[in-house]
């Protein structure tokens, strides 16, 4: 599974359904599903629902309200409580001391606490984009970031969902510099865009393998139909399993430096290892 499918926070329907549903994990969202006159009881719903419906083994992330609105901290607050695999930190532009300084004050007030804190930033406008190794440097807490392509092809003044087009060489470049930047650092491999288009399947392909073979770890969607399309594009085969097995036990038995005509060499081997491992992981 390769994807993490965004479900309104105060939604509890849709919450329930989305923890039976073949993802990687659901993202709670406070932000753009939810209006600014009904954010604390999302907040509020959000704690009940996710009570009675988290699954064990299905990741869970919360999208905060932006870090220039008077709502994020409440968000971090009530976000703490669900124990969530991480913040997604939207129109994230600046660096994220602000949020490490957030949570130790809710940790002297409240006590340490008893999970890891992740921060997974969305990149969603040119400075963005233009300062990224700054802002993904900014904090030790920040594990992975993800790109989102409607907002920043917005602030560009572009699109990049008609594909009968080449894809504009600004939003291409910046899902490069991403994967780039996010390997300099040594974070996990970047999270790719949602795609608005949910009446063109192809077209969703299409933009998955983008960012598939820029090495990114999955994608973001928006409806449980996107679903099967992301994880097919991203599914490791079992030839493409057996063959990294293959390699590896080769390598292990007699030190083979070449197999079915290629050179293997380290970068072989390791992309052995990841295929095995993510296969492994996929199937666990």
């Known amino acids: ?51 009675k419906h988290r699954v064990a083994g299905k990741r869970l992330y919360v999208r905060i309200n932006g870090l220039h609105t008077s709502y994020w901290q409440d968000d971090v607050s009530s976000a703490m409580r669900i124990r ?22 809710l940790q002297a007030n409240q006590g340490p606490l008893d999970f890891p804190i992740h921060w997974l930033p969305l990149l969603e406008t040119a400075t963005a984009i233009m300062d990224m190794e700054a802002i993904l440097a900014s904090s030790p807490l920040i594990s992975a970031a993800a790109i989102g392509m409607a907002d920043l092809a917005l602030d560009l003044g572009t699109s990049w969902e008609d594909l009968s087009l080449a894809p504009s ?8 510099k991403l994967a780039l930047v996010s390997r300099k650092l040594h974070l996990s491999p970047p999270w790719d865009s949602v ?75 390791q992309r052995a290892r990841q295929i095995v491992a993510r296969y492994e992981e996929m199937h666990a």
């Open 1 to 51: 599974m390769a994807c993490l499918l965004f479900v309104p926070a105060h939604d509890e329907r849709k919450l329930q359904k989305a923890m039976q549903l073949p993802c990687s994990g659901v993202i709670l969202d406070l932000e753009d599903s939810v209006h600014p006159s009904q954010k604390q009881a999302a907040r509020h719903a959000m704690l009940e629902a996710v009570g």
């Open 84 to 105: 969530p695999d991480g913040i997604v930190v939207p129109k994230a532009e600046h660096t994220l001391r602000t949020l490490d300084e957030y949570v130790k004050t």
């Open 169 to 176: 060489p600004l939003l291409v470049s910046a899902r490069e």
């Open 195 to 269: 795609f608005m288009k949910l009446d063109d399947p192809e077209a969703l392909r299409k933009d998955t393998q983008i960012g598939k073979r820029l090495g990114f770890q999955g994608k973001h969607v928006i409806h449980p139909s996107q679903i099967e399309v992301v994880n097919d594009v991203y599914r490791i085969s079992e030839a493409e399993y057996t063959k990294a097995k293959d390699i590896l036990a080769a390598m292990e038995d007699n030190g083979a430096l070449q197999m079915d005509g290629q050179l293997v060499d380290e970068p072989v081997l």
